[in-house]
């Protein structure tokens, strides 16, 4: 099983900070099959990254995703008031897991 | 506008039962790979289940397989997951998801998630 560490926990920043995200896997993942979602309390996790780098349908440029075989990493490029939420990685391959999850807090 | 919106979760017994239901809306299920996820308090999410599109091929994380049950109701539109001699470790919010399938999978839609807690 691929184990998934998300650095830091918690990341303070301001709105209109640049916020940078890692996800690092036990293990190379194959075809880049990592994915990013953002979570806020009481709501269904919103899909922003597939394939690593492809930004889903709808998402803010602000959001881009980079990495190869075991480092991975989320930046969200100006945080704006609605951005402050967990994000979680996740890989999809034999058998999926997920990261503990990044919060992003106001600072 | 596709959505997805599970109920049944509740406060069960260890070795009791119970089943979750997931109503979609805006799409059909039946077209498409759907599946559970869930998170325990403080821990990381973890993949339950996936039903394919063909509807006859599931498959299970080790950790509820002979336990949980996935399936679905194609007129109702609906998913479910009856679980089955369940344990306390099984306390979770438990979230129904759509699978993208393609060059890359990804669950590209998520309820809200329902809860289960398994005390006695």
């Known amino acids: 099983e691929i184990v998934l560490t998300q650095s830091p926990g918690t990341l303070s920043l301001s709105p209109g900070e640049r916020a940078t995200l890692s996800c690092r896997a036990s293990?190379?993942?194959?075809?880049?099959?990592v994915v990013w979602y953002q979570q806020k309390p009481g709501q269904a996790p919103r899909l922003l990254i597939f394939?690593?780098?492809r930004r889903a349908t709808g998402i803010p440029d602000r959001f881009s995703g980079s990495g190869s075989g075991a480092d991975f990493t989320l930046t969200i490029s100006r945080l704006e008031p609605e951005d402050f939420a967990v994000y979680y990685c996740?890989?999809?391959?034999?058998?999926?897991?997920f990261g503990p999850g990044t919060k992003v807090e106001i600072k | 506008e596709a959505e997805l919106v599970e109920s049944g979760g509740g406060l069960v017994q260890p070795g009791g039962s119970l089943r979750l239901s997931c109503a979609a809306s805006g799409f059909s299920v039946s077209a498409n790979y759907m599946g559970w996820v869930r998170q325990a308090p403080g821990k990381e999410m973890e993949w339950v289940s996936v039903?394919?599109?063909?509807?006859?091929?599931?498959h299970y994380a080790d950790s509820v397989k002979g336990r949980l049950t996935i399936s679905r109701h194609n007129s109702k539109n609906m998913l479910y997951l009856q679980m089955n001699s369940l344990r306390v470790e099984d306390t979770a919010v438990y979230y129904c998801?759509?699978?993208?399938?393609?060059?890359?999978?990804?669950?590209?839609?998520w309820g809200r998630g329902t809860l289960v807690t398994v005390s006695s």
């Open positions: 039903i394919y599109s063909s509807g006859t091929t599931t």
């Open positions: 293990q190379s993942v194959i075809n880049n099959y």
């Open positions: 394939g690593a780098s």
């Open positions: 998801a759509r699978l993208d399938i393609g060059v890359y999978w990804y669950y590209d839609l």
């Open positions: 996740q890989q999809y391959g034999r058998s999926p897991t």
